[in-house]
């Protein structure tokens, strides 16, 4: 058998990426998105994507994710191949190193063909020393789904404080059914968590004062949620209520405000995600009518 090459790409060389056939049944080729058009907008770079060659033919590529300005990819989200030996390899030899995100259509199990390209992809990364973590659903909000009328029940203030908001992410990650605080929380402790959670939404490129608090009429705290916006959408960046304010339904409100304060700035669609088993949330999704666009399972 020819020899395999493992290498990144250089500049100018997209069409060497996209020479491997797309498949339109999972991942972010289903979807309708491009992996050129994504390179050009900074989205991919030459150095975070990466191809197997045999004789000059790509028959394995990956490409990291990550913003403009950000000094290591933030995920794994674009992997096929037509080797299943040398997909593994490659994910074994490039230094790049993040979760992966496999974006799939709702019900996706439903579709023998559909199961089994999902299936391959995931088999190869454990291969390669991955571990699955969580399935997902992601959601897009439009005016045709309606605006929730706000239930009146709490206040919402903005905070400007920093040491403030890490406080109420530390509690709120107590009990939390997000399996990436709790993996978190599990490996490095409940104040890495949080300050992994504020990092991430000081990342985000969108006004920090639309941040906001909820308090009782009586002055009690509620939680936190977050309006935002990453690279291509308007977003639900957060939504966290406090342990001893649970089991009332609050995540509903929080998610209300959320969608109204994105609405009120421009926002003509919102991008959202939880995880499946965050039952609570996604039943909070579902009464805000947020459909289900994708289902997405993430690899660390």
């Given at each position: ?128 020393g991955m571990s699955p973590l969580v399935e997902r659903y992601r959601y897009r909000w439009t005016p045709e789904c309606g605006l929730p009328a706000r239930p009146g029940r ?147």
């Amino acid at each position: 058998m020819t020899d395999l090459v493992i290498r990144p790409l250089t500049a100018g060389e997209e069409a060497l990426f996209d020479s491997l056939p797309h498949t339109t049944l999972v991942g972010r080729a289903a979807f309708g998105e491009n992996y050129t058009d994504m390179a050009a907008d900074g989205q991919y770079r030459p150095e975070w994507s990466w191809v197997a060659l045999r004789d000059g033919a790509v028959v394995a590529r990956a490409a990291w994710w990550g913003g403009p300005d950000d000094e290591s990819p933030l995920a794994l989200d674009w992997f096929d191949f037509t080797d299943r030996a040398a997909a593994v390899e490659l994910l074994r030899t490039a230094p790049l190193r993040a979760e992966y995100s496999l974006s799939l259509p709702p019900g996706w199990r439903d579709d023998p063909a559909v199961r089994a390209q999902a299936q391959a992809r995931l088999d190869a990364a454990v291969a390669a020393g991955m571990s699955p973590l969580v399935e997902r659903y992601r959601y897009r909000w439009t005016p045709e789904c309606g605006l929730p009328a706000r239930p009146g029940r709490l206040e919402f203030r903005p905070e400007p404080d920093d040491d403030v908001i890490l406080d109420v992410l530390r509690r709120v990650g107590e009990g939390s059914l997000d399996a990436h605080t709790r993996h978190t929380t599990a490996e490095q402790g409940p104040d890495a968590a949080a300050r992994e959670e504020l990092d991430l939404l000081r990342w985000l490129p969108s006004p920090r004062d639309w941040w906001r608090l909820a308090w009782t009429p009586e002055g009690e705290l509620v939680g936190i949620t977050v309006p935002a916006r990453n690279h291509s959408d308007p977003i639900v960046g957060f939504v966290g209520v406090l342990p001893a304010q649970r089991g009332q339904g609050y995540a509903y409100d929080l998610l209300v405000e959320t969608t109204h304060l994105l609405v009120g700035t421009g926002a003509d669609r919102i991008v959202a995600g939880t995880d499946q088993t965050n039952h609570p949330m996604a039943a909070a999704f579902a009464r805000a009518g947020y459909p289900i666009e994708r289902e997405r399972i993430d690899l660390v």
